[in-house]
């Protein structure tokens, strides 16, 4: 079983910036791909962001350029830093690991962004 914690979320101004972050923990093996999903109102659970135990990543076109995803594979952190915010970027955000076994996901945390 993975267990994984997200933090960073709160209410920022349109074009500021925030981080997320989430640590994974319980029985991790093998390679694996973390990420973000994103709820936002009104809309299905859309994919954010992706990266590979290797550090190779991918984007929704919607983020593109403005979100920038990492990990500390020595903590199993991953990491989404997002610059230029919008009020459409507004939503729970979920953080997910998918490995060999089922997909595990975070609890989400929640960014508004208003002014």
């Known amino acids: 079983q993975v267990q994984l914690v997200e933090s960073g979320g709160g209410l920022v101004q349109p074009g500021g910036s925030l981080r997320l972050s989430c640590a994974a923990s319980?029985?991790?093996?093998?390679?694996?791909?973390m990420g973000w999903y994103r709820q936002r109102p009104g809309k299905q659970r859309g994919w954010v962001a992706g990266?590979?135990?290797?550090?190779?990543?991918n984007y929704s076109d919607l983020v593109k350029g403005r979100f920038t995803i990492s990990r500390d594979a020595a903590k199993d952190t991953v990491f989404l830093q997002m610059n230029s915010l919008k009020p459409d970027d507004t939503g729970l955000y979920y953080c997910?690991?998918?490995?060999?076994?089922?997909?595990?996901w975070g609890q989400g945390t929640q960014v508004t962004v208003s002014s």
């Open positions: 997910y690991l998918s490995s060999s076994g089922p997909i595990s």
């Open positions: 319980g029985s991790l093996s093998g390679s694996n791909i």
């Open positions: 990266i590979t135990d290797g550090g190779l990543t």
